[in-house]
């Protein structure tokens, strides 16, 4: 991992760029990833177009 990330802080900005849209696709492949935005998808069809950041707890 070390040998990797060295590597990447050697390499160009647009070598990065491309780098980072390659691990959008991986990342956009996995089953996790696509279940969510299943359920996401399914709350906008639903009419909830948005949500409200949620506050933490009180505590006394």
């Known amino acids: 991992m070390l040998q990797l990330k060295?590597?990447?802080?050697?390499?160009?900005?647009?070598?990065?760029?491309?780098?980072?849209?390659?691990?959008h696709r991986l990342r956009q492949q996995?089953?996790?990833?696509?279940k969510e935005m299943t359920r996401r998808m399914a709350e906008m069809d639903a009419g909830k177009k948005f949500?409200?950041?949620?506050?933490?707890?009180?505590?006394?």
């Open 30 to 34: 996995s089953p996790v990833w696509q």
């Open 6 to 23: 060295q590597q990447l802080s050697r390499i160009t900005e647009k070598e990065r760029q491309e780098i980072s849209a390659f691990l």
């Open 51 to 60: 949500r409200l950041p949620r506050k933490p707890a009180a505590t006394a």
